[in-house]
């Protein structure tokens, strides 16, 4: 308004006139003229501020109205699009947990029924690579395991050794095979239901990362289903 009723006056005047700190007139004469409502004038040794008049203001506020007209018409498209993208069958955003050690003990005791309620809805068989150290260290929690879920499957290859022989005795359904000579696998990655788990314990602090995510989980099972059709039972 000071601007306008003066018709053109620099910025200090504007401040003096106002009562408006000279930095906040700056501040909000650059506002005003990226809206199209103020020019600056730097023409001269001195910076003027001129107001647009009255009539074309109209003209400012169409070409805002233009504006949002168009931003509208993209906000429609971007929402057509992602509710396409969104309502696909097998569109999933994967859920990452991470586990220390401290932890690792507790958290599979607690979050067997989970795995397992997920189990269920697919085929009841726990498919991937099984690492023995994992045996040696966790293979209570195998033992209890079993008694809480007697009729799974467990189809693993695993390496080589006398602690995966005997936890093969004990539980007829828990099959194993053993890679191809040479091959280093040590880390355990299973799969069951939705839900793929990477357990680290050859080495400490041992953890164990869980990723729920349907997508991935099915193509990590039938890649490992298919292993276990070519591979040689272990002798």
Do not use: C
Not at 195 to 217: C, K, S, W
């Amino acid at each position: 308004m000071a601007v306008l009723k003066a018709g053109k006056i620099p910025p200090q005047r504007v401040a003096t006139l106002t009562g408006i700190n000279r930095t906040t007139v700056y501040s909000i004469s650059k506002k005003l003229q990226e809206m199209g409502l103020v020019i600056e004038d730097l023409g001269q040794k001195v910076v003027y501020l001129t107001a647009i008049s009255p009539e074309n203001l109209v003209n400012v506020f169409e070409k805002e109205e233009k504006k949002i007209i168009e931003k509208k018409k993209i906000a429609v498209e971007l929402t057509k699009e992602l509710s396409e993208l969104t309502s696909e069958k097998n569109y999933s955003v994967p859920r990452i947990k991470f586990v220390e050690e401290g932890d690792l003990s507790a958290y599979l005791y607690e979050v067997l029924p989970r795995w397992q309620e997920s189990l269920e809805e697919k085929d009841k068989t726990w498919w991937g690579f099984h690492d023995n150290s994992f045996t040696e260290n966790y293979g209570d929690w195998i033992d209890w395991s079993w008694k809480q879920y007697p009729n799974v499957f467990v189809r693993f290859f695993t390496n080589e050794s006398k602690v995966e022989q005997d936890m093969k005795k004990k539980h007829s359904e828990r099959l194993v095979k053993s890679l191809p000579a040479g091959t280093t696998f040590d880390s355990s990655l299973w799969i069951a239901g939705d839900y793929i788990l990477m357990v680290q314990t050859r080495v400490r602090p041992h953890y164990l990362v869980e990723i729920y995510d349907e997508v991935l989980a099915r193509n990590q099972r039938e890649l490992f289903k298919g292993l276990w059709n070519l591979a040689p039972e272990l002798s």
